[in-house]
């Protein structure tokens, strides 16, 4: 390729990832750069860590299998993690994965195969890992499934009960357009954090949240924002630090000013919502005995009672928005935060109108107040899956260490399946699940773990079957996603790296060996899956009378522009007329009290929002041992655990160990100054950091984000100390309630102290022993 002057230049292809869109530059065989779209405000700097990804020494060259499987056969083993791998080719990889699936289903069931295969794997429609594994078990007869997700597990059974739906809080929530118009004051529960929203699933051709903030405060509005950390807020004139976890606790004394200043919407409770007054002998202590009050919330959050009746009294006197983070459901009683956040919007009885109610997940993920387009996306069909068993998505470990016992889910008592496999394909259960002790003991009980990854994750490590996948860089794909305007060519950037292949292929090839290959590809390639799925899009869009090239005119012009709903407004219509337009709970209105919770008789999740003391807080009995409350939150430097070995994720690492941000007195009274490596320990592990001193971090609390690949000092024991800084050896790996069993890894009290040992190296990214079988003499390679 030459540019104008002649020059020649390097390649350069459209591509897509789940944070924005870009031209991969590529040079020898990977991109070396990875240019933002030139229409995107404010491009997320994680495509920093696409550079050099590629051929990335963590990449998974080729098909392996893990000795001790290959030699004594499937079975529960304790050696995953640290054992040896033998590598095979292609024809005895898919033949044994065949084999090994049918000795599955035959001796014990399709229900034995776990198959819930949680992650964000790559943007792209058509190979998404996760679609791919759920249609490639469905064709074998389905598998147990997982529910909900880690994001967002409390709030996908607790907002249904509450408001009828949980997606549309996101898919459909009030735009930043009509925020940016008419909110004059939006009261944000966990600060509306920038970073996040450089992320968004599926991918994204823009960032609009910070200039909307900007665009709402050059208008007037305003911005107050709850969180221990300071910059979890863009723009905010008040910002308010209070101990983690007690959100509800101010969120109660701001509806008592309400409740008791006679500023609530009566009218509003009456026509649109049921058992508010439940609720008020709750709030009021009438039921029992404690009146909610600010003084009551000073106590448990230390935010100041005079500023929580001057702010309920500024919340009541003009347009209003309340907006809960999904971190604050990450918590134990998870529920109870977005729970109460709707019911003071109620009571402000705001819900509907321009500006004001109540908003989900701004600033948690890139697509909360982005416009939604009418029409669905190209989707993969997944197929029928008649197995019954399933979980809530974070009990796996509970799962495999107690098989046929019962549990409770959302008013259901279920029992846990046996499960003899785990199947895997693009997501990291190092990365995602709490308690990492106890899950490498669950991942020991089952027969056979297969995990297809592009990279030796810390799950690919303790997987039987070894598959590589290609990244979504080596292969063609549509991105979409339902709230953005572009219908996007995923160009193939280079060919597949080593002997990496599309998961589609792999799948194709282990149906052919199991007899439903036809069934699994409905005879088509990649290219022509493709083709199809934007033809049965194209239907959609040209019956709306949208825009509607050709596929091949569509990947020569690289994208597609729809339209987008610009000035949704969340249960607008709802409000209008909620008779009409009713939301989809028992009443068809709000439920402050939902009856059938309340007949559920849980002791961690009453039939009306309330205040829980959580075990893992600063106000508790376990804070005398273990003094600090972790934030285990999102990076701001990589997706998850995606690409950790990139740029901009070693850019921020403190002598190789993830940073943790502590407030100046804390570190003082440990004796640690910037730059510092850290043990982080409670009663369930310990990890290494790197001490980052920031004043904007409340005294008492300390940062530490998720996605440190797992690297174990000891890789045979499941106790060992992470020498890289991954907090979910220390969360706790117990469920929201039982209601919803949701994800609880955002908080967790541990103790720090200076690492005084010599440090440890980092190995995390170097491929596990690989003996190469075709080798004469089975020659060992690292
Ligand atoms: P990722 O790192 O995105 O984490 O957990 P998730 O498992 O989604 O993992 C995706 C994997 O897919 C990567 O290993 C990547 O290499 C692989 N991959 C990418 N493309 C492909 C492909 O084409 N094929 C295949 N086979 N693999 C591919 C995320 C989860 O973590 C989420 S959503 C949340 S919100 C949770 N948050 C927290 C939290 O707040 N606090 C704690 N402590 N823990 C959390 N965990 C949860």
Redo the contacts with the bound molecule.
């Keep these: 390729m030459n540019d104008a002057d002649g020059a020649r230049t390097a390649p350069r292809y459209q591509h897509m990832s789940h944070w924005g869109m870009f031209e991969a530059e590529v040079a020898d065989g990977d991109v070396v750069a990875a240019h933002p779209y030139t229409g995107d405000a404010n491009p997320s700097p994680v495509l920093g860590n696409i550079a050099g990804s590629v051929r990335s020494k963590a990449r998974i060259t080729g098909p392996v299998v893990r000795r001790g499987w290959l030699e004594n056969g499937p079975g529960p083993s304790s050696s995953r993690g640290s054992d040896e791998f033998v590598s095979v080719d292609w024809e005895e990889l898919t033949q044994r994965l065949a084999n090994e699936l049918r000795r599955v289903v035959d001796t014990h069931g399709n229900s034995a195969i776990y198959g819930g295969s949680?992650?964000?794997?790559?943007a792209?429609r058509f190979?998404?890992?996760q679609s791919q594994v759920h249609r490639f078990l469905n064709t074998l007869g389905g598998y147990t499934r997982s529910v909900h997700?880690?994001?967002l597990g409390a709030t996908g059974v607790i907002m249904p009960r509450v408001v009828g739906t949980h997606w549309k809080m996101f898919a459909r929530s009030t735009s930043w357009k009509i925020i940016a118009e008419h909110t004059d004051l939006m009261v944000c529960f966990g600060g509306v954090p920038l970073k996040n929203t450089g992320v968004n699933h599926g991918g994204t051709s823009d960032h609009p949240t910070r200039d909307a903030l900007d665009a709402l405060r050059r208008r007037g509005g305003s911005i107050v924002s709850f969180s221990p950390l300071h910059d979890d807020v863009h723009g905010a004139a008040e910002r308010h630090a209070p101990v983690p976890g007690t959100d509800v606790a101010i969120m109660l004394a701001l509806a008592y000013v309400l409740a008791t200043e006679d500023l609530h919407d009566t009218a509003f409770l009456g026509s649109h919502c049921v058992g508010y007054d439940r609720f008020e002998d709750y709030l009021l202590g009438r039921s029992d005995g404690v009146p909610k009050s600010p003084s009551w919330a000073e106590q448990i959050s230390g935010i100041a009672a005079a500023d929580l009746v001057a702010l309920a009294r500024r919340m009541a006197a003009g347009r209003t928005m309340v907006t809960v983070t999904?971190?604050l459901q990450?918590v134990r009683h998870g529920e109870q935060a977005p729970w109460m956040g709707v019911t003071l919007a109620a009571m402000l009885g705001q819900i509907g109108l321009p500006g004001g109610g109540f908003g989900h997940g701004y600033g948690s993920m890139n697509e909360p107040g982005l416009a939604p387009v009418p029409y669905p996306l190209p989707t993969l069909p997944q197929g029928l899956n008649p197995v019954r068993d399933f979980i809530p998505v974070a009990a796996i470990s509970d799962m495999l260490l107690n098989p046929g016992a019962p549990f409770d889910y959302d008013g259901q008592r279920l029992t846990y399946p046996d499960i003899k496999m785990l199947y895997w394909?693009?997501?990291?259960?190092f990365?995602?699940?709490?308690d990492i002790p106890r899950l490498r003991r669950a991942l020991a009980r089952p027969d056979t773990i297969v995990v297809?990854?592009?990279?030796w994750?810390p799950?690919a490590r303790h997987a039987d079957i070894v598959?590589p996948?290609?990244?979504?860089l080596e292969r063609a794909d549509l991105s979409c996603t339902r709230n953005d305007p572009l219908l996007v060519a995923m160009h193939a950037a280079v060919g597949p790296y080593a002997d990496a292949r599309d998961?589609y292929d792999t799948f194709a090839a282990v149906a052919r060996k199991l007899g439903v290959g036809e069934k699994f590809t409905e005879g088509r390639s990649s290219e022509q899956w493709l083709e199809h799925l934007y033809g049965q899009w194209r239907d959609f869009v040209r019956a709306d009378g949208g825009p509607a090239p050709s596929f091949d005119d569509f990947w020569t012009q690289g994208h597609v522009r729809m339209r987008t709903e610009d000035d949704l407004i969340l249960f607008g219509d709802f409000r209008t007329d909620p008779v009409k337009f009713p939301l989809a709970t028992p009443s068809g209105r709000i439920e402050i009290f939902s009856a059938d919770i309340d007949g559920f008789g849980y002791d961690d999740c009453a039939g009306h929002p309330r205040w829980y003391e959580p075990e893992e807080w600063l106000g508790g009995r376990r804070a005398r041992q273990f003094p600090l409350h972790l934030i285990?939150?999102?990076p701001r430097t990589r997706?998850?655990?995606?690409l950790d070995h990139g740029g901009t994720s070693q850019k921020s690492k403190i002598r190789g160990r993830e940073p943790l941000r502590i407030h100046p007195d804390d570190a003082a009274d440990r004796g640690l100054t910037a730059g510092d490596v850290v043990r982080v320990f409670n009663d369930r592990g310990a990890c290494l950091a790197g001490v980052v001193v920031d004043e904007g971090v409340r005294r008492g609390v300390v940062q530490l984000s998720?996605?440190a690949w797992y690297d174990p000092l000891d890789a045979t024991d499941p106790d060992s100390l992470c020498v890289h800084g991954n907090?979910?050896v220390l969360?706790p790996d117990v469920g929201t309630s039982s209601l919803a069993h949701g994800?609880t890894?955002?908080h967790v009290l541990v103790e720090i102290e200076r690492y005084e040992g010599a440090l440890p190296p980092i190995r995390a990214f170097d491929p596990p022993t690989i003996i190469r079988r075709s080798v004469p003499g089975s020659a060992r390679s690292n």
């Design positions: 949680y992650g964000w794997a790559s792209g190979h998404h890992a997700s880690y994001s999904w971190s990450r394909a693009g997501g990291n259960p990365h995602h699940h709490q297809h990854d592009p990279y994750t799950m598959v996948s290609t990244t979504s998961d285990a939150n999102q997706l998850h655990s995606q998720t996605g907090p979910n969360t994800c890894g955002q």
